[in-house]
């Protein structure tokens, strides 16, 4: 059996690194599971981006509602204001990703971009988001490399899985 020391100060800083973890990996989800890809003429680039918020926003909301039942379960009480704006506060990580990839599909037409190439990017961007996402939540708990490369290699196959799922649908 294994033991590890650790000083309340780093099993903070890991909760609260894990719980980001886990936000930002909603985003990635969310927009990897959301049909954002876009052909000339059918939508604009900047009704896309709108689209890549919306997504993060409503997945920051299930997030927030998630966590708020959860710990409302946990306490058999409600959540006062105050907490309950901390945990929506937290659960903005949610947006990260959608952020970054609504910045991305704006400033792609100023780098030269064709529109649809941030649509044969985001999968890959997406799958190795995920893959850092893993390594990272588990590496930061005891930096092993092992539990880390495993933790990282489950979850790039189930996004792996979710973005095979979408290229058998037309």
């Known amino acids: ?18 719980t980001g973890v886990a936000s930002v990996l909603y985003g990635v989800i969310a ?12 939508a604009s680039r900047y009704a896309v981006a709108a689209g890549a918020l919306i997504v993060g926003f409503a997945m920051s909301m299930t997030h927030t509602f998630v966590e708020l039942v959860n710990i409302e379960t946990q306490r058999g009480a409600h959540v006062g204001w105050h907490e309950a704006s901390e945990l929506l506060r937290s659960s903005l990580l949610v947006m990260a990703f959608p952020s970054a990839v609504a910045i991305l599909i704006v400033v792609a037409q100023y780098l030269g971009l064709q529109q649809g190439a941030l649509a044969v990017l985001l999968p890959y961007a997406s799958v190795a988001t995920v893959m850092v996402l893993g390594f990272g939540s588990s590496f930061v708990l005891d930096r092993r490399m092992v539990p880390a490369l495993t933790r990282g290699a489950s979850w790039t196959l189930l996004s792996l899985l979710l973005f095979a799922a979408k290229q058998m649908v037309p």
């Open 1 to 18: 059996m294994m033991t590890s020391v650790t000083t309340p100060g780093w099993s903070e800083s890991r909760k609260k690194y894990a």
């Open 31 to 42: 927009i990897m599971s959301a049909e954002l890809a876009y052909s000339p003429g059918q």
